[in-house]
């Protein structure tokens, strides 16, 4: 029996010891990076966010099974210059044609320690316009859902390398719109029912600070004043849809005229 285990197979420098002691060795630490990934699970990963956790305990599992593989084909004396040349060979021509993916993986790790996003944060990737709820983070992309409900997948590198606009960090937003009002009507008057209608009748409007008022160009229809007006972080979708419907019946009810483009055409003769 002995003999057969110190047999040379195929006079490759390989005993049937050997690959015997390598299965188990392999096998022990699959089962080692088992019970880490475990461990980590239950201790560690509770006290973290989600994306980060599941990428940490993908990370711990896999590199004690690579790290159990190249510790036990070092052990057993098994020559693997060949295998490095040809190796390097094939990881240039695959770095070529997988550099996008390696910057992908890259970008996705620096993310998770830099969390410059975090998973159900609005944000807006101002490069790719695109606005939305960050779903996940994973290790070679974010996936975001639009408000129109559907879902974008990005590569890391777009999120990191891109200027990003989060909602999350302030707890109240400010929303900007245009009116226009006539010549003949009063600045002041206009501005005072507009105030009046906004503390009357936009529930989430705050008080403190309160809505602002500016002209800000003499039009060529109009007198344009623009109204900023802060609410609530969580209330966006409850103050923008109605404030201009507010706006527009409060001027139409005080005799405030909202003209239109005109253009008066003369008769050549």
Known sequence: MF????????????????????????????????????????KFAPTMPVHTAKN???????????ITLLGVTTSQGIDLSGLVVAGGIFGVVIGFATQSVVSNLVSGIFLLIEKPIKIKENVEIQGSNLLGKVIDIGIFSTKI??????????????????????????EIRRTDVLVGISYN??????????????????????IEPGPQFFVTELGDNSVNIKVQVWFPRDDLLEVVPGLLKVLKNALDQAGIEIPFPQRVIHNAK
């Not at 057969?4 to 390598?22: A, E, K, N, P, Y």
């Not at 940490?56 to 690579?66: E, N, P, Q, S």
């Not at 008057?189 to 105030?195: D, R």
């Open 3 to 42: 003999e057969f285990l110190s047999t040379d197979i195929m006079d490759s420098g390989i005993t049937v010891w050997q690959i015997l002691i390598s299965a188990i060795a392999v096998a022990v630490g699959v089962i080692v990076a088992r019970i880490v990934r475990m461990i980590f699970q239950k």
């Open 56 to 66: 940490m305990t993908k990370f711990l599992y896999y590199g004690i099974i690579v």
């Open 145 to 170: 859902q639009l408000f129109d409900g559907t879902l974008v997948r990005v590569p890391n590198q777009t999120v990191f390398t891109s200027e990003l606009r989060t909602f999350a960090l302030s």
């Open 185 to 206: 009507d009063d600045i002041e008057k206009a501005i005072n029912v507009m105030k009046e209608a906004i503390a009357a009748k936009v529930q989430y409007a705050l």
